[in-house]
């Protein structure tokens, strides 16, 4: 029986390194996932998949309100943050440029002022919570800016587009 039960609990850990492999296949996934196959982007390809996470946040955002209530205030920084995030995640592209260090660090301020407007609406900082809402629109702009030198369209004309 002892070694029927030493059998049972190292089922798992043989049926876990049983599907170790030598990671081909979660390479090709990964590079029919980016179109490419060294697994990182061509810039035209972060442009697209970039612009295409833009456009469905500035849509979500066009009906709130960012310098509204602090709920709206937190909605729209939420939005803004999982944008910010699945941007980054995208990676950099193959041959990064000058241009895309500006735009990362672009992206990198307006997250930290939309993590800035959600924690201070959590502890109810009004005054702060005020600062980092105007700080929020000049890092939006800065972005912007930065994504539209870089060669994004929908992410450098935002909600108003």
Known sequence: MSSQRAWIALLPVVLLLGGCGGGSDNESTSAETNGSTSGTPTKTELIEQGDAVC???????????PLGTTKEAVKVAVLYSRMLTSLEALGPPQNAESSY???INRLEAFAEAE?????????N??????????????TLSGFQSA????????????ADA
């Open 101 to 103: 260090a500006e735009y």
């Open 55 to 65: 456009a469905k946040t500035y849509t979500a955002v066009a009906s709130l309100n």
């Open 147 to 158: 994504a539209g030198s870089y060669g994004f369209k929908d992410c450098a004309e935002g």
């Open 115 to 123: 993590n800035g407007i959600q924690s201070t609406a959590q502890r």
């Open 125 to 138: 900082q009004t005054a702060m919570l005020e600062r980092w809402k105007t700080s929020s629109l000049s």
